[in-house]
């Protein structure tokens, strides 16, 4: 079945960095476009970032662009963001997850279990 | 970005209930529009695509509808497991972005 683990969330300081990792198994991790989306605490839903199958294309939020960036390496069925100049309102909990559809229409049918990124001092 | 506006914030129901949740978008959307209900702790499941597709596996007591600007999703007879947060999401091509409503909580009255 589709699985989606995260892993690399953590406490980091403010200006630091962290990578996440999303490691993906039950589908062809190649066809698909993918996602970050993050959940600050008490929060809604906001997408941070998404790359095309092939990592050719990536979209960024503008909350993020410059700091972080979206990566995948398709022969090792993984999905990473690479956070830099964390901010307190980086806080979240970080999904992975796989954007479905074509042609610039991409919704999301699989989410990751999540995993806590929290910036303090 | 396209902004999307959920209405209520908070819904108050009981089991049995019918209830409906809005969600309009700040431009057209034409259908590219999707639901998700989150429960605590937990990541949020595809409920409906395309405005009125229902993913495979959720009942039919779900159903979505609407085009351009607004649109519903409408649970006909709420039962103890429906009780979630509920979100939008825009994936239109008019933004290179696909953005959220700010929730919907669904609670026992």
């Known amino acids: 079945q589709v699985q989606l683990v995260e892993s690399g969330g953590g406490l980091v300081k403010p200006g630091g960095s962290q990578r996440l990792s999303c490691a993906v198994s039950g589908f062809t991790f190649g066809d698909y476009y993918m996602s970050w989306i993050r959940q600050a605490p008490g929060k809604g839903l906001e997408c941070v970032s998404y790359i095309s199958n092939i990592g050719n294309t990536r979209y960024y939020a503008d909350s993020v662009k410059g700091r972080f960036t979206i990566s995948r390496d398709n022969s090792e069925n993984s999905l990473f963001l690479q956070m830099d100049s964390l901010r307190a309102d980086d806080t979240a909990v970080y999904y992975c997850?796989?954007?479905?559809?074509?042609?610039?229409?991409?919704?999301?049918?699989?989410w990751g279990q999540g995993t806590q990124v929290t910036v303090s001092s | 970005d396209i902004q999307m506006t959920q209405s209520p914030s908070t819904l108050s129901a009981s089991v049995g209930d019918r209830v409906t949740i809005t969600c309009r978008a700040s431009?057209?959307?034409?259908?590219?529009l999707a639901w998700y209900q989150q429960k605590p702790g937990r990541a949020p499941k595809l409920l409906i695509y395309k405005a009125s597709s229902l993913e495979y596996g959720v009942p039919s007591r779900f159903r979505g509808s609407g085009s351009g600007t607004e649109f519903t999703l409408t649970i006909s007879s709420l039962q103890p497991d429906d009780f979630a947060t509920y979100y939008c999401q825009q994936y239109s091509t008019y933004s290179p972005m696909y953005t959220f409503g700010q929730g919907t909580k669904l609670e026992i009255k």
């Open positions: 997850a796989r954007a479905y559809g074509d042609h610039g229409l991409y919704y999301f049918d699989f």
């Open positions: 431009q057209s959307i034409d259908i590219w």
